[in-house]
């Protein structure tokens, strides 16, 4: 009996010990999501302050926090929209701190976030124009957003090269997961006439087996097709997928008929099919076109010799037609491996096809060997080049990871150095609530330079919401 008794109060106090030390990871989890959550609202605060100019938010690229002056150029749509996606990154971090229990937290910034929010979807209407383009299947006139801003909401010139495809697609993204934190239906109804426009400029015309072409171009004034106008679309398609799963709402499917490979065709087709259907044949496209030897992705598909836009009139309608490229250039960039991780993992979700999570596996193990380096900067920590816009495409990455965790739990480490890197810059280099470019070596040139891009301090915000939802859902 006394044995018995021995071996029963030592097994309860072996599940007891356990419990304590679940409860214990768990409390240290929910206390580095919110010391992130929170370094991230006070960095977007900042970036707010210093960036975002007057009522109508006219965004600076740059702000020397040396000196406490904003330059007079203004930042790009795609710049803009890094604001709008730290505010999404936040309020989605909000709103998992309110289920972990942390109602103040949520009470108190949620509905001021979701106002800003608001706010810089209306004033990005300085961005916005209108012009008639002849695409693959039709002519049509579209309101798209530019790559400059202008004076006049609505004015913007977006003809040819002066918008971008690429640009309407992190809108896309952004738009959509506003609309799942806001349930506003004008956030849905923009991201799908967007979703229309950039898929108005997927390459339909057929080769001589009668495969489509595919591929959509960097902006309707490029032929060269690029792994950052294809890539970025992928995610958005599968979550529109899920939104009309339950749904009968049809959409109007344009293609080039495969029989005759030149006659234009028009269906109707249920939406959940129709964005499936593309989401996989942009994956596909650039899984085959892009995927280097070393793993990662390629900068885009070029080659084309004379690069120019070509057109073709077929009974008597013109359309645009194919312009032939033949090869992978340019180098590998963290974005372009970002868009794929999360596109492998919306559709492993979407399809359970086993292979969009091996191809999720392999990317993530090939992406951290390329791109990060241990101790080059600082023992102890990876670096990742930040040279250009890196340190924004490096937060694409981070997403990826993210993306990827729940079905590859080896990401966590790869997440982790992006939380030491943050952590280490933002405990030693902060500077009017902002941090430098080089989160490992500090300010440098920026201090007699023209200072920091805007787009990377709401990179940082939106990267610590980002690590707080890691926290969170762990």
Request: with cysteine; proline share 2%; hydrophobic share 35%.
């Amino acid at each position: 009996m006394a044995l018995a008794f021995g071996a029963t109060f030592m097994a309860s106090c072996g599940i007891q010990a356990k419990k304590e030390a679940i409860n214990q990871k768990e409390g240290q989890s929910t206390g580095l999501a919110q010391q992130n959550l929170e370094r991230g609202m006070s960095i977007l605060d900042s970036a707010v302050s210093h960036y975002l100019i007057g009522e109508e938010m006219a965004m600076a690229r740059y702000y020397d926090p040396a000196t406490g002056k904003a330059s007079d150029e203004r930042g790009s749509v795609w710049m803009y929209t890094s604001a709008i996606e730290a505010v999404n990154a936040i309020l989605h971090s909000l709103e998992l701190a309110k289920e972990s229990g942390n109602s103040k937290i949520y009470k108190q910034n949620f509905n001021r976030y979701t106002q800003l929010l608001s706010d810089l979807y209306d004033n990005a209407d300085y961005y916005l124009g209108t012009f008639e383009l002849t695409s693959f299947t039709q002519t049509k006139t579209w309101s798209v957003y530019a790559v400059d801003r202008v004076s006049q909401k609505g004015e913007a010139r977006v003809t040819g090269i002066y918008n971008v495809y690429d640009d309407q697609m992190w809108l896309i993204r952004e738009l959509l997961e506003s609309y799942r934190l806001t349930k506003e239906e004008r956030y849905l109804e923009k991201a799908e006439y967007l979703t229309e426009y950039v898929l108005d400029g997927w390459d339909t015309t057929r080769d001589v087996d009668g495969n489509e072409h595919g591929g959509i171009p960097w902006g309707p004034g490029y032929v060269t097709k690029h792994a950052c106008s294809n890539g970025p679309l992928i995610s958005p398609l599968v979550w529109l997928h899920e939104i009309y799963a339950t749904s009968d709402d049809q959409i109007e499917y344009r293609f080039v008929d495969p029989s005759d490979k030149e006659s234009r065709k028009s269906v109707m087709r249920p939406k959940a099919e129709h964005y499936l259907d593309y989401a996989e044949k942009v994956y596909e496209w650039q899984k085959v076109k892009l995927l280097n030897t070393e793993g990662v992705y390629a900068d885009m598909m070029g080659g084309c010799g004379r690069c120019k836009i070509g057109y073709e009139t077929v009974d008597g309608i013109k359309y645009r037609a194919n312009t032939r490229v033949t090869e992978a250039v340019g180098q590998p960039y963290t974005y372009n491996s970002g868009t794929m991780l999360s596109g492998a993992a919306d559709l492993y979700r979407a399809t359970e096809d086993a292979d969009y999570l091996n191809d999720g596996k392999a990317l993530s193990d090939n992406s951290f060997r390329y791109f990060a380096t241990l101790d080059r900067d600082l023992s102890g920590h990876y670096s990742y080049h930040i040279g250009g816009f890196r340190n924004w495409f490096n937060g694409v990455l981070l997403r990826g990871y993210l993306d990827m965790y729940p079905e590859y739990q080896a990401v966590a480490s790869y997440i982790q150095s992006f939380q030491k890197n943050l952590d280490y810059g933002f405990e030693n280099h902060r500077r009017r609530g902002l941090l430098p470019t080089d989160l490992l070596n500090g300010w440098g040139q920026e201090q007699s330079e023209h200072g920091v891009e805007g787009m990377f301090q709401f990179t940082f915000a939106a990267e610590y919401a980002v690590l707080a939802r890691f926290q969170y859902e762990r």
